[in-house]
């Protein structure tokens, strides 16, 4: 399978707590973005990647949220001190970079629900 | 600051009948627009997308959806829907002069039934 892959596709954890997820983006794919989905709304921007370096993050992304991508190849994405309003899926994106908009492709979430 | 409205957040449809999904978009540069599908537990898949040249663009399975500058509308169409296209459907725009950054709507449920 040569798609965008996340780990773990679930993840259940208790408030106070830090998670991590991980993304592998198609593999000559330039750029990575990290979207939150929200029941009944579309995916929000977090932030993304052109190869190592996070270009852009947005004001939902605050500083209990950290992204990484090392090497430029796959991503990570932490939430410390979870809270509630945390629960959501977490998506991972990637295209070529080659043009200003060009595809992007999705991998299949991680579901985060916080107790 | 683009926006993106889809009017509809759900559409029931019968099978064999039409279906019409809208799309509005603010923004005060040229745009790229796209069309998004999600199946039930799964990733988001592009439909179909305008860059630029002809209006009307079509996806393999019969989707199309037509650039309308002058309503600032994209509007997503197929004449004659299965019960597989039961499906959550995103509209989102994208800035020409930016690196790709996606605005999202909040998306339309299409149920199909029988």
């Known amino acids: 399978d040569t798609g965008v892959s996340q780990n773990p596709r679930h993840k259940i954890t208790k408030r106070g707590q830090n998670v991590t997820f991980r993304c592998d983006p198609i593999?000559?794919?330039?750029?990575l973005y990290w979207y939150r989905q929200t029941l009944g709304q579309g995916p929000e921007f977090l932030t993304y990647f052109q190869n190592e370096a996070q270009l852009e993050k947005s004001r939902l992304l605050s500083d209990r949220f950290s992204a990484e991508r090392p090497k430029g190849s796959f991503s990570t994405l932490e939430i410390q001190r979870t809270e509630q309003g945390d629960s959501a899926m977490y998506l991972c994106?990637?295209?070529?970079?080659?043009?200003?908009?060009?595809?992007?492709?999705f991998g299949p979430g991680t579901r985060l629900t916080v107790l | 600051a683009q926006s993106v409205t889809q009017l509809d957040s759900q559409v029931p449809v019968f099978e064999e009948a039409p279906v019409e999904l809208r799309c509005n978009y603010s923004s005060s540069v040229s745009v790229y627009l796209f069309w998004y599908v999600q199946y039930p537990n799964q990733g988001l898949q592009l439909l179909l997308k305008y860059l630029s040249g002809s209006t009307l663009v079509e996806s393999i399975n019969g989707f199309e959806a037509e650039f309308n500058k002058s309503q600032t509308s994209f509007h997503l169409r197929k004449p004659s829907v299965h019960i597989s296209d039961t499906a959550e459907y995103f509209c989102a725009v994208s800035d020409t002069d930016s690196w790709g950054k996606f605005q999202f709507g909040a998306g339309t449920q299409v149920v199909v039934t029988p």
């Open positions: 593999s000559e794919h330039n750029r």
């Open positions: 994106a990637s295209s070529t970079g080659l043009a200003g908009a060009d595809e992007q492709f």
